[in-house]
């Protein structure tokens, strides 16, 4: 059996389609968030940087080499906020970051490209920028502060920051280099804003199921309503709710079903009304056969009267179907098979029975014995013998063998048809109303099961009834 991750229920799939689109767009709007807040602490940092970085290159422009050294010398060495934090780095080392309530979703940026088009914007085509990672040993360099105090309090603490060198080469051909700290690609993100998004998910996932369930349980009901029709003979109206167009449904499946039963009924009275009325005449023949002194003539008849009255009685059968007040009770299928051997065999037949149910069924008794005798019946008449093999599982399977010329394969179906007989060998000669196996296969249907005939390799045929075993 292969396993499917994906729900088979349409209650499974509308709950598993509406949380992933939730997931989707919650991944989507966090993406979105975090690109935005990654531009605009970018575009903040390169702005401010610029500006520092420019200010210092304008005031060290108009000095003299020996001044510039000295003021470079100056600016370069650790005072300050600056002088705390790169004696922090280099005396104790990177610190592990404490519980600041900021989680990092990784995005990539340009940011020497960028830092680079803006610092020579700013300076002006007199002033050549170049802007790399900072090699190891680091030379001296200015450095510039990180410009947003959250950012600054999360370098402090990051082992893993990165250092830019930006190298600006003055009019005459001498050089500064600044040096800037930025955090490792990704966009910095409180972690309540991620905490609020999980909230809302789940929210979201509470008012899906309880819409999924809204929608899916009146479509459960009116699946076993609809699967109680033809098991039962009046079985209970649907219930009208749920939203508009599962009311309608609802509606419309109980008009339906009251049509059907009407239907029905005017059926049954009707046939029912002729064999009362076939019954009177078929008396009356019965009586004046008995009165002939042709004793074949009287056998021949009498024998066309049992045929008639035997259709008049099977159709009767037939056209009432299920409606006969049989409660449906747990059956012993064993108890009932072998009950029925008991009367065939009493009648000289032979017939096996081999297999056993590994529990009972529930169902109507006397119905399931019908469907059982005609197949057996019809596998004696037609087959000289009956094998029933009996296999319980997932389903309960009974197979009736027997050991007759068999059916040719494109009447295999049309033998269900009421009436209907094959003309070679199961003919009217040989008995029968032909409305045997359509009442088996109309009993079959009402328990939910099947019923179906196939040529076995060698010789006879073989009648498969399935009967599902519902929880």
Known sequence: MRLSLWPQSLFGRLLAASVAAALIAQATALVLIAQE?????????????????????????????????????????PRGRSRRFAGALGARGPQPAPELGFVRLPLLSDFEQTLREQLRAALGPAYAVEVAPTPEPPPPAIPVPVPFYEAHELAAHQASVQRYDVTVRFTDGDTVIYRVTRMPGGAWLPRNLLVNLTLLLLLLVIVLYVAARNITRPLSDLARAVDSVGRHARPALLQERGARELRDAARAFNTMQDRLRRYLDSRTRVLAAMSHDLKTPLTRLRLQVETLDNPPMQERIGAELDEMESMVREALSLFRGLDDGEPAAPIDIDALLAQVRSEFTGMGAQVTLSGHASALLLGKGQALKRCLTNLIANAIKFGSRADILVEDGAELVVRV??????????????????????????????????LGLAIARDIAQAFGGTLTLTNLPERGLEATLRLPRRR
């Open 37 to 77: 807040r990654e531009r605009f602490v970018l575009q903040g940092s390169v702005r401010e940087w610029t500006r520092r970085i420019t200010e210092t290159t304008m005031m060290l422009q108009p000095l003299g080499a020996a001044e510039r050294a000295d003021a470079v010398s100056e600016l370069s060495a």
């Open 401 to 434: 063998r027997d050991a007759g010329p068999g059916i040719p394969a494109e009447e295999l179906e049309r033998v269900f048809e009421p009436f209907y007989r094959v003309e070679s060998s199961r003919n009217r000669d040989s008995g029968g109303t032909g």
